[in-house]
């Protein structure tokens, strides 16, 4: 089975920064590679939206409210996936998720993600 575990949430100032980790299990080198992994993020009583994807090339795509801040990574070796985050904003706070989506395509769209870890908490005061 497909387990997906994150880490490095925490709470932070505005402008500080933060980088979070989702260590994946259950695959093959092979199959991970393949794998389009994404952050999603849901803030209270809102939606859960993409924040980041990256695909098996290493090509990513962002939300526009992130780019110039966060990177996304991907260690193939390490099954593991990244989420470097600078220059936090309030508007940042939300619970951040790690998600396995589609082979190759480069996606934010939810409906094809079908593996999703716990949740870490990020949350950013003024």
């Known amino acids: 089975q497909v387990q997906l575990v994150e880490s490095g949430g925490g709470s932070v100032q505005a402008g500080g920064s933060l980088r979070l980790s989702c260590a994946a299990s259950?695959?093959?080198?092979?199959?991970?590679?393949?794998?389009?992994m994404a952050w999603f993020r849901q803030a209270p009583g809102k939606e859960r939206e993409g924040v980041a994807a990256i695909n098996y090339s290493g090509y990513t795509t962002y939300i526009e409210s992130v780019q110039g801040r966060f990177t996304i990574s991907k260690d193939g070796a390490k099954n593991t996936l990244y989420l470097q985050m600078n220059d936090l904003k309030p508007e940042d706070t939300a619970m951040y998720y790690c998600?396995?989506?589609?082979?190759?395509?480069?996606?934010?769209?939810?409906?094809?993600?079908?593996?999703w870890g716990q949740g870490t908490q990020v949350t950013v005061s003024s």
């Open positions: 998600a396995a989506g589609p082979p190759f395509a480069l996606t934010l769209l939810i409906r094809e993600y079908n593996a």
């Open positions: 259950g695959y093959t080198t092979s199959i991970y590679y393949r794998t389009t």
